[in-house]
C-alpha cells in the first residue's frame, strides 16, 4: 500500500516492446508491440497459449535479455540502455526468480541454498544463515532448514526456492510456471503461499502459468497470443 496521497510508483514500464529472433533466412517475430505497466504491489499472471512469448517476456523483465526495440523500464532504469554488468547488477538487486524445477543444490541444507544469493551481496555469513532462516520461517518450512532438497517433497522443494527468491528481498518476483511440476493439492497451498507473499511482504509478483487456479488468484492477468497482449485486466475465466 502507497501512503495516502502518493501515486503509485511504476515499478515495471513496457513500451511498445518487440524481440525478433532470426533463424536462419526466417525471423521469429516473439513479441510484438507489447506495452503494460505494473505497479509495485501488484499481483500479474502472464498467460497464453505454448509459443505465445511468455517465456521471452519472462527474459526480457527479468534482464536476462534485452529488446530488439521499444522500452523497458524496470524501477526506472531503461534497461535497453545497459550493458551485460549492469544488468547483473539490475538483477541481484531488484529481482527473485522462481523456476518450474526449483533449481537447488542437491547436497546442500536448505538454509544454504536459501543464503546463496546473499553471498553474492557480500553479506556476512552470520547475517546469511540469520536472513535465511527468517525466509525460510516465512515459507511454513523453519523446521526443515538443515534438510537437503532430496528429503524434500515438490512442494517444499519449491517453497525453499521461493524462500531462495525472497530473502535478498527483492522489488520483483518472477516466477516460471511455479506450480507446473506439482500435483493440484501442493499447487493450490503454493498459490497460497504468493497471495501472502504480495499481501505481506508487498512483493510485486509476475506468474507465468498454465495453471488456471493460480492465474485466477492473481489480481491481474495479461494474455500473450502470437506475442501481442490480447487481454489485460481481470482474471480470466477458463482460459
Ligand atoms: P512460450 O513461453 O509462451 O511458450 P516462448 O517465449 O518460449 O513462448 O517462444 C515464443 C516464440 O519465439 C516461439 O515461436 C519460439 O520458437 C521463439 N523463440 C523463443 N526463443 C527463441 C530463440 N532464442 N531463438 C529463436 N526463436 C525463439
Ligand atoms: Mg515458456
Redesign the pocket.
Known amino acids: 500500500m502507497s501512503a495516502p496521497g502518493k501515486a503509485p510508483e511504476a515499478l515495471l514500464e513496457v513500451s511498445h516492446l518487440d524481440r525478433r529472433?532470426a533463424?536462419g533466412e526466417e525471423e521469429?517475430h516473439?513479441l510484438r508491440d507489447v506495452t503494460f505497466t505494473i505497479l509495485a504491489g501488484e499481483y500479474v499472471a502472464l498467460i497464453?497459449p505454448?509459443?505465445?512469448?511468455?517465456?521471452?517476456m519472462m527474459y526480457l523483465l527479468g534482464c536476462l535479455d534485452t529488446p530488439t526495440s521499444g522500452l523497458y523500464r524496470l524501477a526506472g532504469y531503461d534497461v535497453g540502455t545497459l550493458g551485460d554488468d549492469d544488468l547483473a547488477a539490475l538483477r541481484n538487486r531488484f529481482i527473485g526468480f522462481v523456476f518450474q524445477a526449483f533449481n537447488l543444490l542437491a547436497r546442500t541444507s536448505a538454509v544454504d541454498n536459501v543464503a546463496l544469493p546473499l553471498r553474492y551481496q557480500g553479506v556476512g555469513v552470520r547475517e546469511r544463515r540469520q536472513r535465511a532462516r527468517e525466509a525460510l520461517g516465512r515459507v511454513g518450512l523453519g523446521h526443515r532448514e538443515d534438510h537437503t532438497p532430496d528429503r524434500l517433497s515438490g512442494g517444499e522443494r519449491q517453497r525453499v526456492a521461493i524462500a531462495r527468491a525472497i530473502v535478498t528481498r527483492p522489488k520483483l518476483l518472477l516466477c516460471d510456471e511455479p506450480t507446473g511440476n506439482l500435483d493440484q493439492r501442493v499447487g493450490s497451498e503454493i498459490a497460497a503461499l504468493f497471495e501472502d507473499l504480495n499481501r505481506d511482504l508487498g512483493a510485486t509478483l509476475l506468474v507465468v502459468t498454465h495453471d488456471p487456479q493460480l492465474a485466477r488468484r492473481a489480481r491481474r492477468n495479461i494474455k500473450?497470443v502470437d506475442?501481442a497482449v490480447v487481454h489485460d485486466g481481470p482474471p480470466l475465466e477458463g482460459f
Do not use: D, E
Open positions: 529472433f533463424m521469429v516473439a497464453g505454448s509459443g505465445s512469448g511468455k517465456s521471452t500473450l506475442g
